[in-house]
């Protein structure tokens, strides 16, 4: 029930919103035929009615993507009048849902998202590391491991919206704490690894130490 929107022809009026939760499109009908004694209404999703105004169908069939065309055939003896709006009501899927590819596995790393979602039409990411981008398609460079998960969260042309998360790259970034505060030679300093993702050390000291 977020977005509708006004067709206003000769022989009807048509308002339609979308129910998020349920995927069902629900239109509202006002027949405005004159002279007329019967009338069957066609409404694309292989339901009919012989009512002179409906007043509100539901537009629902499972799994189905793309436009419901209304007809509506008004009568009187042997004559009749028709008129069809082809793409009255769009049946929208909205599905979300990307990739991402990154070339290394350390920090600074290049990261190449793509969207795949399915009837977006804006988009929202949260990398995992407090950046964020409205772009379908976005690049994002890391230049510290991400503690939360990636989100994609999108929007259709009806306002409904959709979410999906993975996991965030886990890259490697090298850090390290000191203890002690130097002194007169020898001293002893305490160094404390805190890197993430790492296998192996390399330390240099600064003194030919390694």
């Not at 979308?18 to 006002?30: I, K, P, R, W």
């Not at 209404?41 to 065309?69: K, R």
């Not at 849902?97 to 399915?118: K, L, M, Q, R, W």
């Not at 919206?161 to 007169?184: E, H």
Request: hydrophobic content about 40%.
């Amino acid at each position: 029930m977020q977005w509708r929107f006004l067709i206003q022809r000769q022989t009807l009026i048509f308002y339609t919103f979308l129910n998020c939760e349920t995927g069902t499109v629900v239109g509202f009908l006002s027949n405005l035929s004159t002279g007329s004694t019967s009338w069957l209404w066609q409404f694309g999703d292989n339901t009919t009615s012989s009512l002179f105004d409906p007043a509100v169908h539901n537009f629902y069939l499972p799994g189905f993507q793309g436009y419901y065309g209304i007809t509506l055939i008004a009568s009187k003896n042997i004559c009749s009048d028709t008129m069809t709006i082809a793409n009255a009501v769009y049946g929208a899927s909205l599905v979300a849902d990307f990739n991402y590819t990154s070339g290394v596995n350390c920090v600074p790393a290049i990261v190449e998202f793509t969207d795949v979602s399915i009837d977006a039409v804006s988009w929202f990411w949260d990398f995992g590391d407090g950046d964020t981008s409205s772009l379908q398609h976005p690049v994002h460079v890391y230049n510290t491991n991400p503690v939360d998960s990636i989100t994609l969260t999108v929007r259709d042309m009806y306002g409904c919206v959709k979410t999906k998360s993975l996991p965030s790259p886990q890259l490697t970034a090298a850090a390290f704490s000191v203890s002690g505060d130097g002194g007169c030679a020898p001293f002893n300093v305490t160094f404390s690894d805190s890197s993430s993702n790492a296998v192996s050390w390399s330390w240099q000291f600064g003194d030919g130490a390694v």
